[in-house]
């Protein structure tokens, strides 16, 4: 009894039967969950579940149909974000809301500003800051000018902004997916540490790992709907990816061993200058074979996006040579490469990958618009045959959507994601090139995405995986080569690699040392 | 951007199909309208009476044959400055320079009517025209260069280089091409022969049917073909464009010179139907105009024309409002303006109308200072 009443008690937010509608779509009903104080507690769902949505109501950006919040247990209105921020809830967001030209200190001052007389008083603001960044363990410099900060302290600085303004409940939208491995350690360290100083934090997230490691007590919410709450130590990952998914996912990819058969790309002392024309990739030479998929691993940063792009023809080289099929490649024409038998899952799918405002019918299309039979040699578009092929691409991928015609910015991440793999793995391929091909997807379609790279290997293709997470690597690859500084330390067989000496390599250390 | 969804016919039903039509009209159709409203109550203020001032406007636009003729030869050039400027819009180019265009094709087609000599009429006419389009696509040649290899903002070089060609056709018309019959002094090429001249159809200038032409064959190219297919992608996405092998510099000049081409064809056409010769001060806004036209236009081809109807019948009634209810002509120009005014600030006229944010349909720019 006495247990009971201490838990009333310390509850930061209580949210209760809260319903939002949206037209068409219920995209909360009547959900629950209480957030106690100095916890961590994690809403995990797949993407569209309805965990951003929550997030918005309880921040005031959108109004509930029905339901109620308590903080601190009394009844609360929240109208609006200043609400929410009166009542003490801060929120940092995915995409962060700092201006890049303006100072650490001039950020978290921002809309709330400290004045002497009519001017800023920004040593006031400074010495405060500094105040809590102490107060709380989170090191920044005040004067650094953000976009020269890495993500990872960009990110510690919107948590400032938010307990700069006295929030002592924090909502972390996906915190984790603009974040290298080691930067989402610091981060729990962290968040750790925020609730041995009485904040109470949301975690938005559909990672399972990071669930296990930080959090206290699990939500899980499917379509809309809380389907149970948990604590990470009465579960495991399956049973985490199960309660979300609704039906037992594979987490461990299947597959058989490789049957690596003739080089199918051959890279030769690669050099690669970035814009401001420093050397990035300095003398990479490796191969790949027909069956094989060859992961490269490293810290973002080291190179690996310039020697993709430099593979893709996105990137033009300093020196070297690369070879597909045995024939020497041009840079900078990804035409001659989609001619020749290379797919390529670009890193940002919303850059590079699609046209968001283009159907799906067009986007299909994107690197073969002019080839028959989308076009006739009169440069003449056949949109039945566009129409008819994205129909059957849309089957056979299981591409969530109400048709071709919908716009690709409608649909969700791993539809989208979907869309690009319809396009490139349909096509005729002797090497795949596949970056960061399951960033921000939820469970279900990083499933779905790896089973599909492990297809394309068994059907004789030569398959690079580049990832930032190191479980991604390690699952897919058969080989793995390590970049660091923009060469590559090694290649060893996935067989015999382990996280932990894959880390080490990663941040610098001489495999010869080993 | 409506065009694309005409793809998926199957999918489509009548309903939604109008309903995604309104949705794009919608804005246009009350920027309009409160334009005039805001003109009726400029009217009323300085003490004329509003619905005399447009029953006057609309009967000299559009009050007999020989109005809405009127009203036609008027909307005729704007078409095709509607189309130069839509056009570029949707390679994400904001061509600001097709009055510059539109005034070298003018001149250009003004010099091939008086001097080439001894072709039939119909050659004579069609030569001209290419011409006069030709000149508009060399000069919008330079900004597409200079945005596609040096990535100079087409809105900058574009501006500077109308300056360029109002003093350059003034030189020329004033100088070494100046009119010398009968002792005149005005700053004039010569009249062109009656060979070069665009003929009427009754009352219906035969250049407003090349107008209509040049419209379905711009739709055309950016719908059907895979040219058009890599104009659009330019536009929405320049990286995913490089990704998918197409020549993204390429593009932006080709762009640069089919819209100069369509400007050039409006100076043309109003030199060879209307003018009859280049004269400085004939052919003042009329590129301008065409910025407006392709913003009220919703940057569709099909949109150019009724936007650029209304604007040209707005041009051809001015002078009947003046006569008849006494108001200074300029209201239309006042109008016009407040019709840019709230098309371009959208979100105005549809938190009026409470219309639902349209996804895809406004025009994207490449921002300053890009690749």
């Known amino acids: ?514 | 951007m409506d065009d694309q969804q005409n793809s998926d016919k199957n999918n489509t039903s009548a309903k939604d199909r109008l309903s995604a039509l309104w949705q794009v009209v919608s804005v246009p159709v009350a920027a309009v309208l409160l334009a005039l409203l805001i003109g009726a109550v400029i009217l009323a203020v300085s003490g004329a009476n509003p619905i005399e001032a447009y029953a006057a406007l609309l009967e000299g636009s559009f009050g007999s044959m020989a109005a809405f003729g009127r009203t036609l030869s008027k909307a005729t050039p704007l078409i095709f400055s509607g189309l130069a400027v839509a056009f570029a819009f949707k390679a994400g180019l904001f061509n600001i320079g097709a009055q510059g265009q539109l005034l070298f094709g003018a001149l250009a087609s003004a010099v091939a009517g008086f001097a080439i000599t001894g072709l039939p009429p119909f050659l004579h006419t069609t030569l001209s025209l290419l011409i006069g389009a030709t000149a508009g696509a060399l000069f919008a040649y330079i900004p597409g260069a200079l945005k596609a290899y040096t990535g100079a903002h087409e809105v900058i070089t574009t501006i500077m280089l109308n300056y360029v060609a109002i003093n350059i056709t003034d030189y020329i018309t004033d100088g070494p091409l100046k009119d010398t019959a009968n002792g005149n002094i005005v700053a004039r090429t010569p009249e062109i022969l009656d060979s070069a001249k665009i003929p009427y159809l009754g009352e219906i200038p035969a250049g407003f049917l090349l107008a209509i032409l040049a419209v379905v064959v711009v739709w055309w190219i950016l719908q059907r073909t895979t040219l058009g297919y890599e104009i659009r992608t330019v536009g929405l996405s320049p990286h995913a464009a490089k990704y998918a092998g197409m020549r993204v510099p390429f593009t932006i000049i080709l762009t640069m010179v089919i819209s100069g081409f369509l400007a050039g064809m409006g100076g043309a056409v109003e030199t060879l139907g209307i003018v009859g010769r280049y004269q400085p001060g004939f052919n003042v806004g009329l590129g301008f105009d065409g910025i407006t036209i392709a913003l009220l236009g919703k940057t569709s081809p099909f949109g150019i024309i009724p936007a650029a109807i209304l604007i040209g019948a707005m041009k051809a009634g001015a002078s009947t409002m003046q006569f008849e209810a006494g108001v200074a002509k300029e209201i239309t120009d006042v109008i016009q303006a407040l019709i840019l005014f709230f098309v371009t600030a959208d979100m105005i006229v549809r938190k009026l109308i409470r219309s639902k944010t349209e996804n895809g349909t406004g025009v994207t720019l490449s921002g300053w200072g890009q690749e």
């Open chain 1, 1 to 514: 009894m006495t247990e009971k009443i201490q838990k009333e008690e310390n509850l930061a937010l209580e949210v209760r039967h809260v319903t939002k509608r949206f037209p068409g779509v219920i995209a909360n009903d009547d959900v629950s969950f209480s957030l106690k104080k100095g916890e961590i507690h994690a809403l995990l769902g797949e993407n569209g579940a309805g965990k951003s949505t929550l997030m918005n109501v309880v921040y005031g950006l959108y109004a509930q149909d029905e339901g109620e919040f308590l903080i601190d247990n009394k009844v609360v209105e929240i109208n609006g974000p200043s609400d929410a921020i009166n009542y003490g809830i801060g929120m940092v967001h995915q995409h962060f809301m700092l201006v890049p030209v303006f100072t650490v200190a001039e950020n978290m001052i921002l809309g709330s500003e400290v004045t002497k007389g009519t001017s800023l008083d920004l040593r006031r603001a400074k010495k405060e800051i500094l105040e809590i960044s102490e107060a709380y363990g989170l090191k920044v410099d005040p004067d650094a000018l953000v976009e020269n900060l890495p993500v990872g302290v960009q990110q510690r600085v919107e948590i400032l902004k938010a307990l700069y303004r006295n929030a002592n409940i924090l909502v972390l939208d996906e915190p984790t997916a603009v974040l290298t491995p080691q930067e989402a350690e610091d981060l729990f360290d962290v968040m750790r540490e925020l609730t041995q100083k009485g904040v109470s934090i949301i975690f938005i997230t559909h990672k399972l790992k990071e669930i296990l490691n930080v959090a206290d007590r699990v939500t899980v919410m499917r379509r809309g709907k809380v389907v149970g709450h948990t604590k990470p130590s009465e579960t495991d990952a399956q049973g985490l990816a199960t309660m979300m998914v609704g039906r037992d996912v594979l987490l461990q990819v299947e597959k058989t061993p490789a049957k690596p058969k003739e080089v199918v790309l051959e890279v030769n002392h690669l050099k690669i200058n970035d814009e401001r024309d420093i050397e990035v990739v300095k003398n990479v030479s490796f191969n790949v074979r027909a069956g094989e998929i060859l992961g490269i691993a490293g810290i973002q940063g080291n190179g690996q996006t310039e020697l993709i792009e430099a593979l893709t023809g996105l990137r033009d080289a300093k020196s070297g040579e690369i070879h597909l099929s045995g024939e020497i490649i041009p840079f900078e024409k990804p035409r001659y490469l989609v001619e020749h038998g290379m797919g390529h899952v670009p890193e940002d799918r919303h850059k590079h990958g699609l046209v968001l405002a283009y159907n799906l019918a067009d986007n299909t299309v994107l690197n073969t618009y002019y080839q028959k039979p989308f076009a006739s040699k009169m440069m003449v578009r056949n949109d039945q045959a566009v129409l008819s092929n994205a129909i059957e691409l849309i089957k056979r991928f299981d591409v969530r959507s109400p048709g071709a015609h919908v716009a690709a910015g409608t649909l969700s991440g791993g539809n989208q994601q979907k869309v690009i793999v319809a396009r490139e793995f349909s096509r005729p391929l002797k090497v795949l090139i596949a970056n960061q091909p399951t960033r921000g997807l939820d469970v279900g379609s990083i499933e779905y995405i790896h089973k599909e790279i492990i297809k394309m290997r068994d059907d004789g293709v030569g398959v690079i995986v580049i990832s930032a997470e190191l479980d991604e690597i390690l699952s897919l690859s058969d080989r793995i080569a390590i970049m660091f500084r923009g060469e590559i330390v090694t290649i060893i067989d996935a067989e015999s690699a382990t996280r932990e000496q894959l880390g080490l390599w990663m941040a610098g250390a001489n495999p010869e040392m080993a």
